[in-house]
């Protein structure tokens, strides 16, 4: 049996994984055409037909994460093309964040002091696809036009980030 120091030990370790632990994104195309979502950091991108679901699990002490949709593209078999919207640099799996126009999901996954997780919308970069984002312990925020009131509109509008405690999982709804 575990001496009580070394119990407490092991509880505190358990206690700090626990708040450490990666966030799930369930990324889903409702649109009538198909998107090419994208996300930086991680994930990349990948095609999604209407209907379809794309799942990337963003680690702890991910800092300026996003996600986007892209439109009107096309790839070879070696995943070069182009976008017509959102495209980064002529990638299937993006590693730069796309251009203008675009509609961003931004994040920041355990980055900062305490249990917070932090997310918005921002049109600043220009809007190219209706989207909701919704984290599983804060508010949805939807975004159905240009100049939608639950997203960043310029760079000083700091009114528009929300805070969701650590180990949430987040949604993203293109055309919702």
């Known amino acids: 049996m575990a001496s009580p120091a070394a119990s407490w030990v092991l509880f505190l370790l358990a206690a700090m994984t626990g708040c450490a632990s990666a966030a799930t994104f369930t990324i889903k195309n409702n649109c009538p055409y198909t998107v090419w979502p994208a996300a930086t950091p991680v994930g990349g991108g990948t095609q999604l037909n209407p209907g379809q ?7 702890a002490g991910t800092k300026s994460g996003r996600v986007w949709g892209r439109t009107g593209c096309s790839f070879n078999s070696g995943g070069r ?3 017509a919207t959102g495209d980064c640099g002529g990638a299937l799996s993006c590693t730069l964040s796309g251009q203008p126009p675009l509609t961003l999901a931004e994040f920041t996954i355990g980055y900062t002091n305490g249990p917070n997780d ?5 049109v600043i970069d220009g809007y190219n696809l209706a989207m909701d984002f919704s984290c ?5 925020l939807h975004c159905s036009r240009p100049r939608c009131p639950d997203a960043y509109l310029y760079p000083t509008d700091d009114t528009k980030t929300h ?3 650590g180990n949430s999982n987040y949604k993203v709804t293109f055309c919702p």
């Open 81 to 83: 093309g182009h976008c």
């Open 163 to 165: 805070g969701c405690r």
């Open 118 to 122: 932090y997310y918005d919308i921002s």
């Open 136 to 140: 599983s312990t804060g508010m949805n």
């Open 53 to 59: 679901t794309w799942t990337i699990n963003v680690p």
